[in-house]
């Protein structure tokens, strides 16, 4: 009688939101526009690249941080660079649906539901929610996304054209991703999703409401942290692939240079720093909120399926070991054969009171964040 019941639950959630392609006809010319021009943006930004890397300033931080390939050739330094940024964790953090949470997202009891990984337009359609409309700011002017009919109520079909939010683990976060996005990290198999990722030089979000000033045009928001972005460092703002991405990597310098009052070759030490190349992990600087921000945002425009778009999942040890939550956690592991692990380097704060998610995330922002590498 059990299996009768999930076999007719399990019916009724094909019927009522049917499982999309793992790459819909959209999302395929999406990142067929997009390829096109991150190839000329990278060509074009690669020599100011290895002038970065072949600079005093570079040279002489290198050999502090990094002293295994401070013997390298800039254009070397660059291949090892790219080797890296192609080897980096995709992750996504999301909440596990027993603790309070910024977003609405996949959770662990979603996850056991459905046969793929829910976006963030997807899971508040499924849980009778509303989905943020500003996450179409990005998606359409930054991503080529096709508008909505309506702009805050997609259909299930037009949800499924959309993406899932990555963060590139090129610093080596030890939760992957921030841990304030959710208390499990999903951390994506590279072969399956490589095809379907575009490269943003920075969060998205940050950006928007850093250099977009119709970004949040109701007073009741709150502002976003003090982040004195570069804005030109990233104009237009073209994404990359995981083929071509030379143009992020300058972006990503440029912008965030600003915020530490740094030229862009003491920007790029810090990252060489916190990278592989820096050698033993435990070694590494810690890293803090604004550190911890600077990844490049590598969104997977497709459906990836479970179990095998998947590689390993993270829990957050503070807020889910020993708990009921955790527990879940780890029959979700199992059921997929996931490899599961836990993350000790970082307690994020619970949101604070709000009226939207938006106004949670930026509150949380404002109140300041510690995240170390690993225990003290």
């Not at 790459?23 to 943006?41: C, E, G, Y």
């Not at 596990?96 to 977003?103: K, V, Y």
Request: hydrophobic letters at 40%; aromatic letters at 12%.
């Amino acid at each position: 009688m059990r299996y009768l019941r999930a076999c007719l639950l399990l019916l009724g959630v094909a019927s009522e939101f049917p499982e999309p392609p793992v790459q819909t006809d959209v999302q395929k010319a999406v990142i067929h526009t997009q390829a096109a021009k991150a190839q000329t943006a990278s060509k074009a930004a690669t020599s100011l690249v290895v002038n970065i890397l072949d600079s005093e300033i570079f040279r002489k931080g290198l050999k502090k941080c990094c002293s295994q390939v401070a013997k390298l050739s800039a254009p070397q330094l660059l291949e090892r660079l790219r080797a890296e940024v192609r080897a980096a964790e995709l992750a996504h953090s999301f909440p596990s649906g027993f603790t309070r949470a910024h977003f609405s997202d996949l959770t662990i009891p979603l996850a056991n539901r459905f046969g793929w990984f829910l976006n963030e337009w997807q899971a508040p359609i499924v849980q009778n929610e509303s989905a943020e409309s500003f996450y179409n700011l990005a998606e359409e002017n930054i991503f080529g996304c096709p508008p909505f009919k309506n702009d805050s109520k997609p259909t299930w079909d037009e949800a499924a054209d959309r993406m899932i939010y990555v963060a590139h683990n090129l610093r080596q976060l030890d939760t992957g991703s921030l841990p304030f996005f959710g208390d499990v990290t999903a951390i994506f198999h590279k072969p399956y999703v490589q095809d379907m990722v575009l490269i943003a030089a920075v969060d998205t979000g940050l950006f928007e409401m850093s250099c977009n000033a119709s970004a949040l045009p109701n007073s009741s928001h709150p502002r976003p942290p003090p982040f004195e972005f570069d804005c030109d460092s990233w104009a237009p703002p073209i994404v990359g692939t995981l083929q071509h991405f030379d143009h992020v990597i300058l972006s990503n310098l440029g912008v965030w240079a600003k915020v530490f009052n740094h030229t862009v070759e003491e920007q790029a030490i810090t990252l060489f720093s916190r990278s592989a190349l820096a050698g033993n992990y435990l070694d590494l600087p810690e890293v803090g909120f604004l550190d911890a921000s600077q990844y490049y945002e590598t969104n997977i425009i497709g459906n990836p399926r479970f179990p095998e778009g998947v590689s390993f999942l993270v829990g957050n040890f503070y807020t889910l070991f020993g708990t009921d939550g955790g527990r879940k956690l780890q029959l979700l592991a199992d059921r997929f054969s996931w490899p599961l692990v836990w993350a000790l380097g970082a307690k994020a704060r619970p949101p604070v009171n709000g009226t939207s998610r938006l106004h949670k995330f930026l509150g949380d922002l404002d109140r300041g964040f510690q995240m170390p590498s690993f225990p003290e």
